[in-house]
């Protein structure tokens, strides 16, 4: 049931974890849910349900609301994407890609997100749950401050009030 020609391994692989994931807990592989999926797989974006709403009606698939949200609900579920709270009101949802591992700077200003990854903070993460005994199952580091772009406004800005 490819929908995508020109879809990446990443998303083929991700959609055959899909379709086994719904049909080993009897729900329905439904177009929308392929193309939601799809969707997501497609963009480095991070996404909330409104944003991955809009780009649906912009490539002209319909799909309702209620839709986005129990699909979105499903491949967290299923381990496919990751639901994050990127320092808004909201949820932000991103594919999962085994071995890449990242972490989030995050603007308060503007609400950029810019993603980082470094092994030295990733190996002391390692060693600090092996010093207590400790198993992790998910953890996440987000910074938040502000982006150069928000910096440079709030440098101009204080330049201008001081002239």
Not at 54 to 67: G, I, L, P, Q
């Amino acid at each position: 049931m490819r929908l995508d020609k020109g879809m990446s391994t990443l998303a083929e692989h991700a959609e055959k974890l899909f379709i086994q994931y719904l049909r080993e807990n009897n729900l329905k592989v439904t177009r929308e849910r392929l193309a939601l999926l799809g969707e997501i797989f497609s963009t480095k974006e991070h996404l909330d349900a409104d944003d991955l709403l809009a780009r649906m009606r912009a490539h002209k698939k319909k799909v309702s609301r209620a839709t986005v949200y129990r699909t979105l609900d499903l491949l967290v579920q299923c381990g496919l994407v990751r639901k994050s709270r990127l320092g808004q009101e909201h949820y932000f949802y991103e594919k999962v890609q085994p071995g890449k591992r990242h972490e989030h700077l995050i603007c308060t200003h503007c609400g950029k997100v810019i993603e980082f990854w470094d092994p030295e903070i990733d190996e002391r993460q390692r060693q600090i749950c092996l010093e207590h005994g400790f198993r992790p199952s998910f953890y996440s580091m987000q910074i938040r401050g502000l982006c150069s772009d928000c910096q440079k406004l709030e440098h101009e800005s204080t330049f201008l009030e001081a002239h």
